[in-house]
């Protein structure tokens, strides 16, 4: 996949030559083992690290810290783009921004008393993890462009395997799963997207260089993506078009600047912002109950939302158009302040009519005209796969973890999976958060994952292994539990298989969550 | 005959799309319109063109009402659809010179009315009520029109916009009756009486007052066109036959009440139901249209032309 060329902008001063002297050190101890081994016909062994990374956007770079600071410093991150920061660094389309307050979207081990507003935008949260990346000396750990393309165990060292796209290969004791929930894309499959002639752009691909000024410009899409961009492009482009499948509840958002005292209060007091994000905190944690589970509360953010809606937008069939027909967290919740008015500007359209095609010049709907524009903006999500896995992962006795889930994918407290050993998954099986930051989940999954390999590093395990029969008493338990939430009450979204299984969202508060990560039963595990 | 599958259906429609830009509407042909046939046909098609529209915001409601996924889609797609139709037919009278400008053509009055009704109450009809009203307008009004269409007018143009408008047609009636059928057959007696009680609704009575002359208004646009009456009565004829073909359908109670209002329409004779409707339609026409509140907004998402620029 190739990454925005912003990436590459954003990247291009931070390429520590350190990063190439132990990439070729490693490469001088393969050819020394090749050169051992030289007639077998397997490819030669690689020298072990601890733990093997995949990913550095959060997830990834959030474990590296957490090893440092358990003094585990012999560790590797693949990252098979050319910069950090996952999600924040491809996700650079203007407007771009997190939906939960920054306080609260980062790490409370690495908290950032200087955040400018109480949502920032993507470059801010970039900026972030390139701090983290510089304060704890990342960089050196970080091998790029390093496109896992296989995870293999071998039951007898121990060890597991990455090999790459370009057949490089990369060894860890224990391996980390940090490739993002959301990191694959691709334009929608829609018929005749490749006959369009004009320009194309995702907004996870964003193009930087393309100048939207006077331009026609339709937006397909209007999920979170689409509503941040949709209001910063009817700024610039003389007019834009926006397509709609479904509406979604959207939310006031209550952003503002943080004052300086503020940011001054944080830093002489950090005690201060740590009170501000238990407030945080439990502001969400509250959301809970109206997002997850079908409860009074439920009905009062629809009327928030409803009230919102109405206060914006006075033309009825305009509010029909933009009426949910759909419980209000049963798909992602979105904020916006600036996205319905954006919408009723002289050179904005909201679009309802099917899409039948795209033409040469432009969307054909169903009402049989052709929407004739310049560029076309998909804002029309990501590639999840939650029956499956982004590339094969081989467990004991040669078991593919994709062929398993085939149904829905399972885990045991999301992290780990029977016949698996010493592989640890964030943002694995039902993990998601769909009213708190996902950095909150991520941090328990980081400890837990920690103590496991503790664990196998202090006595000096080869397997570390999940029970199978501990494994499905959670599942039962978990899918029992999402019976009863808003994700299961009939609407399709992306939290759920075709035959409408939730391999996605965690059916609880982040606290029970945290509870749940925070007890490492050494009893739920077979060891070798 | 059996009911179809409705997923294989919402396939089919996904794949089957067609649009404005499909036809050359500067095709010649247009001269084949008589000066004596001008007139009539400008009002007739303007009526047409807003059956249409009023069709579509029928089947707007029924997309967000309808019980299962699939329906509530296949509406979406019909919703579309007759603007579209409304659309192309628009594209035809400019075509023959009828719309003043770029003016959309004033609704009549008893459409107004039903533009009004629709607006506020449809949304709020239950689903079985608007999925029998809607096949019935579909076929004594929209196909039926259609067919004397193009027993009257001779442009090739015509012809060609209507096979792809009646192809179309052919998809809304089955799945119109296949959900009429679908009702019939889980209608318990519980919800049978829920449905009549439904009928003292006085939204649904409104309705019904405003159905009735649109109806009567659409035969003696018919007439004036010079074409018999009595086709229109086999059109809706044929809403008892279909709808009537098998134990769901007859079992429906909504059929059944369409039905003799369909009866009723078609049988001249029936003193009682014409005196009143007949009048209706005079005094709607008298109705001054300042009168009437402001179109709504989904009004003016109408237009001729195939590719829109902004
Ligand atoms: C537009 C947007 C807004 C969001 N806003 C919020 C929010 O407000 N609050 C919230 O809680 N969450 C939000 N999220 C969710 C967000 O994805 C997570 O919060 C978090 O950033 C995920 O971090 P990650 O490290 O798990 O994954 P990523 O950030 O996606 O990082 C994964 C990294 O792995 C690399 N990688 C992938 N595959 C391979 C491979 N095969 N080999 C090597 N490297 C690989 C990728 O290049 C990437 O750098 C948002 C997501 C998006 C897309
Ligand atoms: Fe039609
Ligand atoms: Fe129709």
Known sequence: MSESSNAKKASAGKKAPARRKSAAKKAATARKAAARKAPAKRAPAVTPVSVLIVGAG??????????????????????????????????????????????????????????????????????????????????????????????????????????????????????????????????????????????????????????????????????????????????????????????GWVLPRPDFSTPEWNKLLFKKLPASQQAMRNLLYWTHESMALAVIWNSPLTRIAERVAKLHLRRQVKDRWLRRQLTPDFTIGCKRVLVSNDYYP????????????????????????????????????????????????????????????????????????????????????????????????????????????????????????????????????????????????????????????????????????????????????EDDYETA | MA??????????????QWALSDIDWDAPGAELITEEQWPKLKEFMADLMWIEHVGARAFAALSKKAPTDTLREIYSYFHAEEQRHANAEMALMRRWGMLDGDEIPEPNVNLRIVIEWLDRFADEMPVYVLGTVVPMLEIALDGALCTFLLETVEDPVCHQAFEKINDDESRHLGVGFTVMEMQGRSASYIKMVQMMARVMDPRLILGIASYMPLLNKMRDNVIAMGLPEEKLYKAMQKFERIGGRTEEGRRNPWFQLIKQHGRWVTNRSNKAYHVPVDALVKITGLVPRKALPAVPSWVKELTYEPVATR
């Open chain 2, 3 to 16: 009911s179809i599958d409705l997923d294989k259906m919402l396939e089919k429609i996904k794949s089957t």
């Open chain 1, 342 to 521: 954006a919408l009723q500007k002289d050179n904005a359209k909201l679009i309802t009519w099917p899409i039948a095609r795209i033409s040469e010049k432009g969307v054909r709907t169903v009402e049989g005209i052709e929407h004739q524009v310049d560029c076309i903006v998909f804002a029309t999500g990501f590639d999840v796969s939650n029956s499956g896995t982004p590339f094969p992962v081989k467990g004991r006795g040669g078991r593919v973890l994709g062929e398993q889930w085939k149904g829905g994918a399972q885990a045991y407290k999301s992290i780990n999976v029977a016949g698996f050993p010493n592989l640890f998954m964030t943002f694995g099986p039902n993990s998601g958060p769909g009213h708190n930051s996902a950095l909150v989940y991520m941090e328990s999954q980081l400890e837990y994952a920690l103590k496991g390999i503790r664990k196998i590093i202090g006595e000096n395990l080869k397997v570390l292994d999940v029970k199978e029969e501990v494994q499905q008493r959670y599942n039962k338990s978990i899918q029992k539990r999402l019976a009863k939430t808003n994700w299961n009450s009939g609407c399709k979204s992306w939290y759920l298989t075709e035959d409408g299984f939730n391999a996605t969202m965690y059916p609880g508060f982040a606290t029970q969550y945290a509870a749940q990560m925070a007890d490492f039963r």
């Open chain 1, 58 to 247: 959060f997830a990834g770079l959030g474990m590296a810290i957490r090893l440092k600071q358990a003094g585990i410093d012999d560790f590797v991150i693949l990252e098979r783009g050319n910069a950090v920061g996952g999600t924040w660094r491809d996700n650079q389309y203007p407007g771009a921004a997190c939906d939960i307050p920054s306080n609260l979207y980062s790490y409370s081990f690495a908290p950032n008393p200087n955040w400018s507003r109480s949502f920032s935008g993507s470059q801010e949260i970039l900026d972030y993890i390139h701090h983290l990346v510089a304060e704890f000396d990342l960089e050196k750990h970080i091998r790029f462009e390093k496109n896992v393309a296989d995870l293999s165990f071998d039951e007898k060292t121990g060890v597991w395997t990455a090999t790459t796209d370009k057949k490089e290969r990369f060894a860890g004791r224990a391996a980390i799963m940090a490739q993002g929930p959301l990191s694959n894309c691709s334009f929608p499959n829609i018929t005749g997207i490749d006959d369009f002639a004009g320009k194309k752009i995702h907004s996870a691909r964003w193009d930087h260089d393309y100048d939207f000024t006077g331009k026609n410009v339709a937006v397909i899409g209007t999920g979170a993506s689409g509503i941040q961009i949709i209001p910063e492009l009817v700024n610039v482009a003389k007019h834009v078009k926006v397509f709609q499948r479904t509406p």
